[in-house]
């Protein structure tokens, strides 16, 4: 497929547990964005990846958060010992920083934590 | 002040009816803007870019206005379809392209 995959669809965790969620942007997009959604609220911003360049963490919301793009492509949000506040859709998105820099979102991992 | 604020409605109208939600911005250096439509336990997925003289796809209008810093998405002739949340995204200029998204508004069309 040529659009952005998201693993898994779905997680059911429990607290206290590490989480691992993985994003396989669209092939030849260099910026990748992480968001999180959670019921019936707008989407958050996590983590932005462009290039080479150092990733804009502000918008991670503990230091239990963290991801990583590896070799530009692939990217991984990691959670650890999760929360029940953590529970919610986790969308990761890729566009091409040049032009109109429209994203294109994965179909998200809803993660809920027991 | 949010960088990016709507309605977050729900609208609810009858089928047939035209529809407009307005999105305010506060940083004047924005550079590009967006409509999106997520529908519900779905992703967002791009619906129409806002042009500056504004631009038209069917049944959907667009428009900028920047002296006001707002844009507005016009719906004619809504379906049941369009029901949905609508959500105005802005970009500011600049090498770092740091995306703001509303927080939506959601469109109920009824029978």
């Known amino acids: 497929g040529a659009g952005v995959s998201q693993s898994p669809s779905n997680k059911v965790t429990e607290k206290g547990k590490d989480v691992e969620l993985r994003c396989d942007p669209i092939s030849g997009h260099t910026a990748l964005y992480w968001y999180r959604q959670s019921l019936g609220q707008g989407l958050e911003f996590l983590i932005y990846f462009q290039g080479n360049s150092a990733p804009d963490k502000s918008g991670l919301p503990s230091d239990r958060f963290s991801a990583e793009r590896t070799g530009g492509s692939v990217s991984t949000l990691t959670i650890q010992r999760t929360q029940q506040e953590d529970s919610a859709v986790y969308l990761c998105?890729?566009?091409?920083?040049?032009?109109?820099?429209?994203?294109?979102f994965g179909a998200g991992t809803r993660l809920s934590v027991l | 002040r949010k960088e990016v604020e709507q309605d977050p409605g729900p609208f609810n109208v009858p089928e047939g009816a035209t529809v407009a939600f307005n999105c305010t911005y506060s940083?004047?250096?924005?550079?590009?803007f967006f409509w999106y439509r997520q529908d519900c336990r779905k992703e967002p997925k791009l619906l129409m870019s806002?042009?500056?003289s504004g631009n038209e796809d069917g049944r959907f209008t667009a428009q900028l206005n920047r002296a006001s810093q707002y844009i507005s998405l016009l719906i004619r002739d809504s379906k049941l379809s369009d029901s949905a949340t609508y959500l105005c995204v802005v970009i500011p200029s600049g090498g770092y392209q740091k995306v703001t998204f509303g927080i939506g508004t959601k469109l109920q069309v009824i029978p």
């Open positions: 940083n004047s250096a924005s550079q590009s």
């Open positions: 806002v042009y500056s």
């Open positions: 998105a890729s566009s091409l920083v040049e032009g109109k820099n429209i994203q294109y």
